[in-house]
């Protein structure tokens, strides 16, 4: 069994920060690429940025300059660094990774429960 456990999220005013962090655990062989996901009210899950093993990052252009996204390999854990953070990015955000189960050798994607940030004055 696998699981993604997000922390870090919580109130924040605008123009403030926030790290979100996520960490796998269990059965897991490697872990390929690692990324972020948000979910506004009323709004589709769109992809916020991702990183690759090799540290390799892509993001969404909105994001770009204000979050930074970085992984510790040997703890398994992503983080997204949020800064300048505005009312429009309040949303619930899911952590996303793709990994190699260590008992079947099957490669599978898997999401996080989510965590919540929330940006207001």
């Known amino acids: 069994q696998v699981q993604l456990v997000e922390s870090g999220g919580g109130l924040v005013q605008p123009g403030g920060s926030l790290t979100l962090s996520c960490a796998a655990s269990g059965n897991i062989l490697t872990v390929n690429y690692m990324a972020w996901y948000r979910q506004a009210p009323g709004k589709q899950r769109e992809s916020v940025a991702s990183?690759?093993?090799?540290?390799?990052?892509n993001y969404a252009h909105s994001m770009r300059g204000r979050f930074t996204i970085s992984r510790d390999n040997a703890k398994n854990t992503v983080y997204l660094q949020m800064n300048n953070l505005q009312p429009e990015d309040t949303a619930v955000y899911y952590c996303?990774?793709?990994?190699?189960?260590?008992?079947?050798?099957?490669?599978?994607?898997?999401w996080g429960q989510g965590t919540q940030v929330t940006v207001s004055s």
């Open positions: 990183v690759t093993s090799g540290g390799s990052t």
């Open positions: 996303n990774a793709e990994i190699k189960v260590q008992s079947t050798f099957v490669t599978l994607v898997y």
